[in-house]
């Protein structure tokens, strides 16, 4: 059975990659390719999906999480946080025991941080992979 450390196992395998939109390639990966790789790695959805631009659609992130993930109260590692930097929902990262691991534009590569009190005020949602032990 998958667990969330192995969600956070998953997503450090990635640390470094640089990023790049729609990426979904071990060489280059934006904040939805990375949940994407993951979830394909450890087997836990196929679904996949490339109908978007850089700039966020109203809630169509929130709707696609929504079908595809189930939305927690609480966050915990291996969770996966929807953000927004302005108004509409359009970024994703993981949570670690650490604070956060995302494919990062401004960083140009999957990074992880620290959860400090800017991030947390972008949260929107947090939802958890189905199937996780």
Known sequence: ???????????????????LHQGRYANGLDCAGLVVRIAHDLKLSDFDTIDYG???LGDKLRTLMDEH????PVYQPGDVLLMRFETDP????????YGMIH???QARKV???VLNDT??????AAYSFRGLE
Do not use: F, K, N
């Open 119 to 124: 991030w947390q005020s972008r949260i929107v």
């Open 111 to 113: 990074a992880e941080h």
């Open 90 to 97: 359009q970024h994703l990262a993981i949570v670690t025991d």
């Open 54 to 56: 850089r700039i966020p």
């Open 1 to 19: 059975m998958t667990t969330r450390a192995d969600v956070v196992t998953a997503a450090r395998a990635y640390l470094g990659v640089r990023w």
């Open 69 to 72: 993930m189930d939305r927690v």
């Open 103 to 105: 494919a990062y534009a």
